[in-house]
Every structure is written in structure tokens, then in C-alpha cells.
């Protein structure tokens, strides 16, 4: 065999293509697809990854000057999805793949070292050794064959110096194997009570079962209300993948990615010996690392993961289950602006694999494609063991004088649930105590230097703070307008919100969930804890209350003000509200008790208000894909957003209006180029920023535009940077 000469390598850096390095002999055994590599690039070094490896050699090319000690990161048939999604979302292949690996991965520094651990077992048994505690461990080894030194410290007092001993006796062997730093690892199993099949889950596997055995690119849309056993269905048709030799892939939003969720799926498959990674953004470096080690070595046959485990290297992936597939996380913010939701459908495609995408309330642009027969259609209309909808009661705001937040329909269940000593749960999207302070002498608001947006006033640490750049200065003593003093907290947020039901229900037992609350690892968990456990009466959050939560206990749920997500400018404000409404109004009696939700809003005639009270999907649908075909908003158009930042605003606008010149010359009449307009948030983190819209019925014209844009990119001026977000959902 001849030694590969020439590597094929994704460089981290702005290239819009991988490239070209010899492998020098001395390296030519660890050059392998899926290494890391550092190359020289210009007059530096650089990261990069081995996309492929080929023979012939070309001039003048320079060499790999490093390879990384470490197993490769991925198998070769990961790269043709890899470079798939970096060239639909216009990203360097380089990057991309710096962005889907755990970091400790992508960068320039060397992987944190596999963790080990000791196993102990007996070698001659008979000797009996001098020392009492000599011969409890080596009885406590006997009895149960082979131990871990974590067992045992967990067992006896400072074993080690004791186990060497033995060691040295000749009386235990030692052997070291590689265990993964796992967070969910000491976590104890729940109890997986075995079910029996509703007729709709049956109906639901048996289609799934289908695909499965055809192995061929199959997707559906699992259309379940909330509490109708969806995850039972992800459960048993991941068994039916696994029985084939395949592998599953689970995708969660992040903040639905608990230990409970965790749980349920180790317990599920525990027996089986089936090894489950979990890859999420709240893990430590070294946990990531691991666990992206098990899936790339096969030894995890599941992996579950938020958004970024959509590019887990799973050699065999049989079935990508992607659970609230219309969450809004599932797309990267900034950076490699991808969708994990359209990326599972584009891999599952190219493995040939079956997707299963979950939701009570799926995406307009998801329905669709199951309307139009692009997607297999199950559905679970009803929840499990006869279990009813909660009851939704709106609360119309306008013409009411409120106190506070709450309105006394509101108050009055809150009060009658106490006593019941039942849960209840509220949401409010906003963190914080109130969204401004306003000088009620001239009207004066205080904003965020870096951002133009104002500033939320966060009571407890007695700051302003802005939610976009975390820029914080304590509260002005006299207003910058006018001199006056009297300044005041306008709206609400969660934290106030606490205050409020404090002062009503001083008994009560009240908690608050929301990002202020949870940014330290673990307080998530705890509050998680002790709501199952019954410790809250009342859990105040933002929307982090109301998604994926099983809280059996719940019979109430408060939504404070269903406008706020309502009015929000952007044309998915009513899907974003009455998904919000309908997930949270599942929150509430899934256990043995009965559910009631009150949801307060100005405006309950509004289909997305009206149509989640009813629990009406389709009559929501209907409105809303009307709504879309008019405006040629998706699924009916497609849009790509360009953005331009920079500290210069004249720069900047020179550059926006000199961009979509160039757009315009370049485009065809199938692509409307809108703008430049200065974006909703057109000051932020210091920057200034425009932004220009392309919109078309059609995606190939759209593409076809974008392929210019590398050219337009270089006649920018310096110091604006252009980003671009293909299929955008927001457009801040
Ligand atoms: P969803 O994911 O649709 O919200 P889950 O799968 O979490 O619903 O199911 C809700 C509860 O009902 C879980 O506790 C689950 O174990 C239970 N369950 C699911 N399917 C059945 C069934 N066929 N019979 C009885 N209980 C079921
Ligand atoms: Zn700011």
C-alpha cells in the first residue's frame, strides 16, 4: 500500500473551502481521517481537522507540522454531512467543525487525558493476611468478583494504602480501565414501570418499526399533546434501531436536557448494558470530551444532547429522535448559525436513517411538510390512562386596575390551590424585577451604552444590568433628564413577581427559576429537586418553567401576561405565543389530580391566545399558514439575513448601502433584496448594525446569490464585519 501524501484539511479559520497539506512521512501512521492537525497557515500556525486522505502529491504545498496525540475525533463518512451543512450555511468547513466539537476539542491546546479507574480482584484466595482491615477488604472483593476503587472507597475508610499492600502481597490483581467523567453517573435510576402501549403508540411504533427494518432516509412528525406518551414511543423505537445494530441519536432542547430526562433513558436501557452519553453545554470540559470519546469509539449506542450533538460522529446512526422539535433553541445564535432540526433531516438523509421529530405544537414550516405528504404524520391526540387537557381560562386584562401583576382571578386560585396544599407554577418571561426605570417627573429611561435598549432593574443585586452584553452600573440617584429624584421600576419581571406573591401568601413556599437563579452549576437541579419533591408551593419562572418538566404535582399554572411574547416584531410571534401557551399549560395535571390554567392577557381574541386555550392545533394552523402564504414568509418563502457591524456607524451604512447595490446588480427577479435598514437592535455590544434581507419563493436563486457574496465580502470596508444567517428566526 502507498502511504497518503496529500491531507485534505479543515482549517479553524475563514476559508470558504478546506485545504491541501503533504504528510510527511514521519507522521504518515497518524494522519488518519479525523485527526487533529496543526498546519502552518501564512506566517502562523493553525488548528485544523482530516477531512481525507489521497496519493498524489502536488508542488509546492506545505506540510503538517503536528499531529494531535489523541484518537481521531471522527470515521470518514461524518465528513460529507459536515461539509453539507458549512456550505448551506455559507460557513467555513473549518470552523464549523470547531463549533461542533467539545471545546477542548476544536482549539489549539492538547485533549484533557481519559480518566481511569482501578478494578480489584481476588488472585489467591486461601492466604489469610495479618491485618484485620486486610481481610475486610479482601472479604468484601470475594464476595463480589470484581470491584472499582471507587466502590470500595465508598465501602470502607481510606482504603488505598491497605489495597496496595495487597497488591504487593500477591493477594488482589489490579487492572485500569478508562471510565468517563459522566455528571448523571452516581445519579441513582428511576423506576421504569413497564407500559402497555396505547392503540395511538401502537399504531405510531408500527410505522416506525417499518422504516426502521427498510433502513432508508424516512421521516416523520410525531404530533403529541403534551402528556400523551411521545417519550414512550422515542423509547421503544430507539429499542427497535438498537436491536438492528444501529445507534440513536436524541436531540433535546438545552433546558430540557435533565437529569430526570437522563434518567428515564439509562433506565430504560440499562439492563441491556446499552451505553448512553450525554453531550450538552453545561457539562465541564473533560465531561464532553469523554463522552464525545464514547460515541466516536461506538461504546455508547445513544447519545442524547442538545442542539450541538446533531454533529455526534455515531458511526451507525439508525433513528434521530429530535424531542419539541419547534423549540427555538435548536438554532445557534451566532457564529455557524445552524438548525439542529433541518441538520437531523439532512443527516438522517444521508445515513439513511428514520427521523422521528416530536412536538405538541410543531413548527408551521414542520406541519407543512406534513400536510403536503414531505413527512409521515403520527399522532397522539389524547394523553396517557385517560388523563384530560387542563381546563384554560383566560383573563381578560383590559378594564381591570391591577395592584400589581396579578389580577384577583389569578390571586383567588393561587390562594385556593394553597389551601388545597396542591402546586402551582407561573410563568412570566422576564427575569429580572422590571424591564425599566423611568423618571416619573420627564419620562426619561436609563439605556444600555453598548446597546440602546434599556436597562432591567434587578432588585436583589441592586443593579441596572443589560440582558443582551451583561453591562451593570448601580441605579442613577437623580435623573440625567431633568434632576429629578424620582425615579421608579416600571413593569415587572420574575424577581418582582416573587416579591408580590411573598407579600400576598407570606406561608407560601415560593421559588424562583430563571437564568439569574441557575447560573450556577447544579441550582437548576436543586430546584428541579425540590419541586418534585413537594418542597415549593408556588415556582415563578421565565419560559425555563414551562418547557419538558414532568411536575406531577402541578395543578395550577399562571401565565402572567400572554401579550408580551405577542408583540414582539417578528412575523413568528404568534407561533412563538401559542407554543409558549400550549407548553405551559401542559405543565399543569399531569399527575392524578386534575389541571386548571389562567391565562392573563389584552388580547384573547387573538387566534394564537383563543386557539391554545381551546387546545386547537389545527384551527391555529390554519390561520397562521394563511397568514405565511400571503406575506410569502416560510414555508412559502425563504429568507437569508445579512448583517453589518462596526464601530464606525458612517462605515457602516456606507458599507450596508454599498453591499445591497452590489446584491441588486448580482440578483435575478427571484430574489427580493430588502433593505439595508438599521437593525431592531441597532446598537449592539458597541457596535453598529445594519442589516439587508434576502427573501425568495424558491431556495436555488436564493443560493445562487449567495455564491456572489464572497466577491461583494472583499470590497467591504475594514473594520465592518458581514455575518449571514441562512433561514433566520430571529432578526434582531
Ligand atoms: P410526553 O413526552 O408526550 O409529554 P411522556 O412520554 O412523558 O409524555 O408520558 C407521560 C407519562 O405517561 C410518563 O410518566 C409515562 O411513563 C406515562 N406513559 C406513557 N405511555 C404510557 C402508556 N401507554 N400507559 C401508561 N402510562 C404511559
Ligand atoms: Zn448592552
New binding site residues.
Partial sequence: MIAPIIATVAVAAPLPQPLSYLVPPELAAEVVVGARVRVPLGRRNATGFVLDLAGAPAEKMRAIAEVFPEPPLFAADFVPFLLRAADYYRYPPGEALRTALPAGLGGSTAAMPPRHEQHYRIVAAGMVPAGAKQRQLLAYIASHGEVTASELRAAFPAPQTTLRRLVELGLLSERSSERPRDPFFAQPLPAD?P????PA?AAALAALAAALAAGFFAPFLLQ??????????YLRAIASALAQGKQALVLVPEIALTPQLVGRFRARFAGSGVGVAVLHSGLSDGERIDAWRQVATGAAAIVIGARSAVFAPLPRVGIIVVDEEHEGSYKQGEGFRYHARDLALLRGQMAGATVLL?S?TPAVTTCYRAMIGLTTLLR?DQR??ARTLPAVELVDLRGIALAGVLAPPLLTALQENLAAGEQSLLLLNRRGFAPYILCTDCGTTFRCPNCEITLTWHQGRRQLRCHYCDYHTPPPEICSGCGGSRIFPEGAGTERLAEELLAAFPAARIARMDRDTTSRRGTQEKILARMLAGDIDILVGTQMVAKGH?FPGVTLVGVVNADSTLNFPDFRSAERTFSLLTQVA?RAG?GELPGRVLVQTRAPEHYAVACAARHDYLGYYEQEIAFRRELAYPPFGFLVNLVLAGNDAAATSRAAALLATGLEQATTADVEVLGPAPCPLSRLRGKHRWQILLKSQRRPPLQRLLDHLDGLRRRLPKGVVLSLDVDPLDML
Fill in positions: 414501570p407500559v402497555t402501549p396505547s403508540q403529541g399533546v403534551t402528556g400523551s406518551g411521545k417519550t414512550e414511543v416530536g405538541a397522539l396517557v390512562l414532568d401542559g399531569r
